[in-house]
């Protein structure tokens, strides 16, 4: 039986990171297998390529080839063996955040984006994602409070508007596997939400 694969997406300070834990610990608790894994990252490769991704200047196409190449290694080492296991994949991020981020964020080409998308993907897309909808300014808030800010979290509030409007964008062209969650409530409310689409979901 093939896993499933579980994606967690939203701009920084949405809280993602925090129900993506709790959704793995639940389903464990349900025996099933869960791999929790994240992007950029998942494997040694991928994760020196997130490093260099956080700290180093560059332009906005050698971001998308660096994350690209990020998650093919990450496909080929972690997702695609899990799935085949018959796990649950938890992933922190996949390619709905480079068209949020290279593609409404830094305005990089989404023709090109989609053939990178195509050559490293192979058709592998998630069976479902959750988009944690919130603000910039209250995510702002939530980052400034919560950690030094790395090179993406240093930008202003109009490239997280961006990049929140191209995850708007990924949603309205794929409802039926995005599902929005109202990321500004409080966080019993956000959880309850998962859950209620969790429960739906066809296993």
Same mark, same amino acid.
């Given at each position: ?123 592998? =897309?998630? @069976?479902?994602? %959750?988009?944690?909808?919130?603000? !910039? &300014?209250?995510? +702002?808030?939530? $980052? #400034? *409070?919560? /950690? ?5 979290? =240093?930008? @202003?509030?109009? %490239?997280?508007?961006?990049?929140? !409007? &191209?995850?708007? +964008?990924?949603? $309205? #062209? *794929?409802? /039926? ?27």
């Amino acid at each position: 039986m093939r896993g499933r694969f579980i994606t967690f997406e939203g701009i920084d300070g949405a809280g993602k990171s925090t129900h993506i834990d709790a959704l793995a610990e639940h389903l464990r608790g349900t025996g099933r297998g869960v791999v929790l894994t994240r992007e950029p990252g998942g494997t040694a490769l991928a994760e020196q390529l997130r490093g260099l991704l956080l700290q180093s200047p560059m332009d906005p196409l050698t971001e998308a080839l660096l994350v690209f190449g990020a998650r093919r290694d990450h496909i080929g080492q972690v997702i695609a063996p899990a799935l085949a296991a018959g796990q649950v994949v938890l992933c922190d991020r996949f390619t709905d955040a480079t068209f949020a981020y290279q593609g409404g964020g830094r305005g990089f080409d989404a023709a090109v984006l989609a053939t990178l998308e195509g050559w490293v993907q192979e058709g592998l =897309q998630p @069976d479902l994602t %959750f988009w944690f909808d919130l603000p !910039a &300014g209250v995510a +702002a808030a939530r $980052r #400034a *409070a919560a /950690r030094a800010p790395d090179r993406f979290e =240093q930008q @202003d509030e109009a %490239f997280f508007e961006r990049v929140r !409007a &191209g995850y708007e +964008a990924r949603w $309205r #062209a *794929a409802p /039926r596997r995005i599902v929005r969650i109202d990321a500004d409530a409080p966080r019993e409310q956000v959880w309850r939400q998962v859950l209620d689409r969790m429960e739906q979901h066809p296993w």
